[in-house]
T-cell receptor
Framework: NAGVTQTPKFQVLKTGQSMTLQCAQD?????MYWYRQDPGMGLRLIYY???????DKGEVPNGYNVSRLNKREFSLRLESAAPSQTSVYFC?????????????FGPGTRLLVL | AQSVTQLDSQVPVFEEAPVELRCNYS??????LFWYVQYPNQGLQLLLK??????LVKGINGFEAEFNKSQTSFHLRKPSVHISDTAEYFC???????????????FGRGTSLIVHP
Protein backbone atom coordinates (compact mmCIF):
# COMPACT_ATOMS: atom_id res chain seq x y z
CA ASN A 1 0.00 0.00 0.00
CA ALA A 2 1.97 3.00 -1.30
CA GLY A 3 -0.57 5.67 -0.26
CA VAL A 4 -0.20 8.81 -2.37
CA THR A 5 2.63 8.87 -4.91
CA GLN A 6 3.84 11.84 -6.93
CA THR A 7 6.14 12.11 -9.92
CA PRO A 8 8.55 13.65 -10.54
CA LYS A 9 10.22 14.46 -7.21
CA PHE A 10 12.17 17.38 -8.67
CA GLN A 11 11.90 19.40 -11.86
CA VAL A 12 13.63 22.42 -13.35
CA LEU A 13 11.83 24.28 -16.12
CA LYS A 14 12.54 27.33 -18.19
CA THR A 15 9.94 30.07 -18.38
CA GLY A 16 7.31 29.16 -20.93
CA GLN A 17 7.87 25.41 -20.83
CA SER A 18 5.02 23.08 -19.97
CA MET A 19 4.88 20.05 -17.74
CA THR A 20 2.47 17.71 -16.00
CA LEU A 21 2.74 16.64 -12.39
CA GLN A 22 1.37 13.19 -11.78
CA CYS A 23 -0.40 11.94 -8.67
CA ALA A 24 -1.88 8.56 -7.85
CA GLN A 25 -3.47 7.05 -4.75
CA ASP A 26 -4.21 3.43 -3.96
CA UNK A 27 -6.61 3.94 -1.04
CA UNK A 28 -9.79 4.04 -3.13
CA UNK A 29 -10.42 7.62 -2.07
CA UNK A 30 -13.00 9.72 -3.85
CA UNK A 31 -11.51 13.17 -3.26
CA MET A 32 -8.15 14.43 -4.44
CA TYR A 33 -6.40 17.77 -4.11
CA TRP A 34 -3.47 19.78 -5.39
CA TYR A 35 -1.74 22.28 -3.09
CA ARG A 36 1.28 24.49 -3.43
CA GLN A 37 3.52 25.30 -0.49
CA ASP A 38 5.55 28.49 -0.40
CA PRO A 39 7.70 29.77 2.50
CA GLY A 40 5.58 31.58 5.06
CA MET A 41 2.38 30.95 3.10
CA GLY A 42 1.39 27.51 4.30
CA LEU A 43 -0.54 25.32 1.89
CA ARG A 44 -2.81 26.89 -0.68
CA LEU A 45 -5.34 24.87 -2.61
CA ILE A 46 -4.95 24.99 -6.39
CA TYR A 47 -7.64 22.58 -7.57
CA TYR A 48 -9.59 19.73 -6.14
CA UNK A 49 -11.69 16.84 -7.35
CA UNK A 50 -14.52 15.75 -5.09
CA UNK A 51 -15.10 12.62 -7.13
CA UNK A 52 -14.13 11.01 -10.41
CA UNK A 53 -15.25 13.20 -13.28
CA UNK A 54 -15.44 16.47 -11.34
CA UNK A 55 -12.88 19.19 -10.73
CA ASP A 56 -13.15 22.58 -9.07
CA LYS A 57 -10.95 25.61 -8.57
CA GLY A 58 -9.34 26.31 -5.27
CA GLU A 59 -7.73 29.45 -3.92
CA VAL A 60 -4.95 29.84 -6.52
CA PRO A 61 -5.96 28.16 -9.82
CA ASN A 62 -4.52 30.65 -12.32
CA GLY A 63 -1.86 29.16 -14.58
CA TYR A 64 -2.85 25.58 -13.86
CA ASN A 65 -5.14 22.92 -15.26
CA VAL A 66 -6.07 19.54 -13.85
CA SER A 67 -7.38 16.22 -15.06
CA ARG A 68 -9.02 13.55 -12.96
CA LEU A 69 -8.01 10.69 -15.21
CA ASN A 70 -9.78 8.03 -13.15
CA LYS A 71 -10.47 7.40 -9.49
CA ARG A 72 -6.78 6.80 -8.75
CA GLU A 73 -5.08 9.56 -10.70
CA PHE A 74 -5.20 13.35 -10.59
CA SER A 75 -2.71 15.33 -12.68
CA LEU A 76 -1.72 19.00 -12.57
CA ARG A 77 -0.55 20.74 -15.72
CA LEU A 78 1.41 23.94 -16.13
CA GLU A 79 0.87 25.07 -19.71
CA SER A 80 3.41 27.90 -19.71
CA ALA A 81 5.53 27.92 -16.58
CA ALA A 82 6.41 31.20 -14.87
CA PRO A 83 8.98 31.90 -12.13
CA SER A 84 6.07 32.62 -9.76
CA GLN A 85 5.17 28.95 -10.03
CA THR A 86 8.41 27.91 -8.36
CA SER A 87 7.11 26.02 -5.37
CA VAL A 88 6.63 22.65 -3.75
CA TYR A 89 3.50 20.92 -4.98
CA PHE A 90 1.61 18.43 -2.86
CA CYS A 91 -1.11 16.08 -3.91
CA UNK A 92 -3.52 14.75 -1.29
CA UNK A 93 -6.52 12.46 -1.13
CA UNK A 94 -9.35 11.79 1.27
CA UNK A 95 -12.48 9.74 1.52
CA UNK A 96 -15.68 11.58 0.79
CA UNK A 97 -18.23 11.46 3.50
CA UNK A 98 -20.56 13.31 5.82
CA UNK A 99 -17.69 13.93 8.19
CA UNK A 100 -14.51 15.32 6.79
CA UNK A 101 -11.84 12.72 6.52
CA UNK A 102 -8.12 12.86 7.09
CA UNK A 103 -6.17 14.06 4.10
CA UNK A 104 -3.27 11.87 3.04
CA PHE A 105 -0.40 13.69 1.40
CA GLY A 106 2.18 12.65 -1.14
CA PRO A 107 5.89 13.43 -0.70
CA GLY A 108 5.77 16.49 -2.94
CA THR A 109 7.26 17.72 -6.21
CA ARG A 110 9.86 20.47 -5.98
CA LEU A 111 9.61 22.71 -9.03
CA LEU A 112 12.04 25.44 -10.01
CA VAL A 113 11.13 27.73 -12.90
CA LEU A 114 14.02 29.76 -14.27
CA ALA B 1 -14.59 30.85 4.29
CA GLN B 2 -12.56 29.94 7.30
CA SER B 3 -9.20 31.49 8.04
CA VAL B 4 -6.54 30.10 10.33
CA THR B 5 -3.93 32.05 12.27
CA GLN B 6 -0.88 30.37 13.67
CA LEU B 7 0.45 33.00 15.98
CA ASP B 8 4.10 31.95 15.97
CA SER B 9 6.08 31.33 12.82
CA GLN B 10 8.94 29.80 14.79
CA VAL B 11 9.14 28.27 18.27
CA PRO B 12 12.57 27.36 19.63
CA VAL B 13 12.62 25.13 22.67
CA PHE B 14 15.08 22.97 24.58
CA GLU B 15 14.78 19.20 24.58
CA GLU B 16 12.52 17.81 27.36
CA ALA B 17 10.83 21.20 27.82
CA PRO B 18 7.07 21.60 27.29
CA VAL B 19 5.78 23.34 24.20
CA GLU B 20 2.55 24.95 23.02
CA LEU B 21 1.87 25.86 19.40
CA ARG B 22 -1.02 28.25 19.04
CA CYS B 23 -3.82 28.19 16.50
CA ASN B 24 -6.88 30.40 16.17
CA TYR B 25 -9.56 30.24 13.53
CA SER B 26 -11.97 32.83 12.26
CA UNK B 27 -15.47 31.55 12.76
CA UNK B 28 -17.45 30.12 15.61
CA UNK B 29 -19.67 27.97 13.40
CA UNK B 30 -19.36 24.25 13.75
CA UNK B 31 -15.86 23.25 12.69
CA UNK B 32 -13.51 20.35 12.29
CA LEU B 33 -9.95 20.98 13.39
CA PHE B 34 -6.66 19.33 12.52
CA TRP B 35 -2.97 19.46 13.28
CA TYR B 36 -0.55 18.11 10.69
CA VAL B 37 3.22 17.68 10.97
CA GLN B 38 5.72 17.97 8.15
CA TYR B 39 9.22 16.60 8.66
CA PRO B 40 11.98 17.98 6.42
CA ASN B 41 11.54 17.11 2.76
CA GLN B 42 8.40 15.08 3.40
CA GLY B 43 4.67 15.46 2.93
CA LEU B 44 2.24 16.27 5.72
CA GLN B 45 0.90 13.65 8.07
CA LEU B 46 -1.96 13.91 10.54
CA LEU B 47 -1.09 14.41 14.20
CA LEU B 48 -4.62 14.65 15.55
CA LYS B 49 -8.09 15.89 14.72
CA UNK B 50 -11.19 17.16 16.47
CA UNK B 51 -14.54 16.29 14.94
CA UNK B 52 -16.84 16.24 17.98
CA UNK B 53 -17.03 15.08 21.58
CA UNK B 54 -14.28 15.66 24.13
CA UNK B 55 -12.51 18.95 23.67
CA LEU B 56 -9.17 17.41 24.62
CA VAL B 57 -7.82 15.40 21.73
CA LYS B 58 -4.81 13.12 21.95
CA GLY B 59 -2.68 12.37 18.94
CA ILE B 60 0.43 10.54 17.93
CA ASN B 61 3.90 11.07 19.38
CA GLY B 62 2.55 12.38 22.71
CA PHE B 63 0.88 15.48 21.31
CA GLU B 64 -2.52 16.72 22.41
CA ALA B 65 -4.71 19.68 21.56
CA GLU B 66 -7.62 21.39 23.23
CA PHE B 67 -10.60 22.79 21.36
CA ASN B 68 -11.87 26.02 22.90
CA LYS B 69 -15.03 27.13 21.13
CA SER B 70 -15.42 30.44 22.97
CA GLN B 71 -11.89 31.48 22.09
CA THR B 72 -11.96 29.84 18.64
CA SER B 73 -8.65 28.18 19.41
CA PHE B 74 -7.08 24.77 18.98
CA HIS B 75 -3.64 24.92 20.59
CA LEU B 76 -1.23 22.00 20.31
CA ARG B 77 0.79 20.90 23.33
CA LYS B 78 3.42 18.40 24.30
CA PRO B 79 4.73 18.09 27.87
CA SER B 80 8.27 17.08 26.90
CA VAL B 81 9.70 17.47 23.42
CA HIS B 82 12.42 15.46 21.71
CA ILE B 83 14.94 16.45 19.08
CA SER B 84 12.93 14.32 16.64
CA ASP B 85 9.94 16.65 17.07
CA THR B 86 11.77 19.32 15.06
CA ALA B 87 9.41 19.90 12.14
CA GLU B 88 6.83 22.24 10.64
CA TYR B 89 3.38 22.06 12.21
CA PHE B 90 0.21 23.12 10.43
CA CYS B 91 -3.19 23.81 11.90
CA UNK B 92 -6.18 23.34 9.59
CA UNK B 93 -9.90 23.98 9.93
CA UNK B 94 -12.93 23.07 7.87
CA UNK B 95 -16.57 24.05 8.07
CA UNK B 96 -18.60 21.14 9.42
CA UNK B 97 -21.80 22.59 8.01
CA UNK B 98 -20.56 22.73 4.43
CA UNK B 99 -22.88 21.12 1.91
CA UNK B 100 -21.81 18.80 -0.80
CA UNK B 101 -19.42 15.93 -0.63
CA UNK B 102 -16.12 17.65 -0.08
CA UNK B 103 -15.03 19.48 3.06
CA UNK B 104 -11.76 21.10 2.30
CA UNK B 105 -9.67 22.31 5.21
CA UNK B 106 -7.99 25.70 5.18
CA PHE B 107 -4.42 25.59 6.41
CA GLY B 108 -2.51 28.04 8.56
CA ARG B 109 0.90 29.30 7.54
CA GLY B 110 2.72 26.84 9.75
CA THR B 111 4.88 26.97 12.86
CA SER B 112 8.44 25.76 12.76
CA LEU B 113 9.28 23.91 15.98
CA ILE B 114 12.99 23.83 16.59
CA VAL B 115 14.16 21.61 19.43
CA HIS B 116 17.64 22.31 20.75
CA PRO B 117 19.71 19.79 22.72
Amino acid sequence: NAGVTQTPKFQVLKTGQSMTLQCAQDMNHNSMYWYRQDPGMGLRLIYYSASEGTTDKGEVPNGYNVSRLNKREFSLRLESAAPSQTSVYFCASSEEGREVETQYFGPGTRLLVL
Amino acid sequence: AQSVTQLDSQVPVFEEAPVELRCNYSSSVSVYLFWYVQYPNQGLQLLLKYLSGSTLVKGINGFEAEFNKSQTSFHLRKPSVHISDTAEYFCAVSDATASGGSYIPTFGRGTSLIVHP
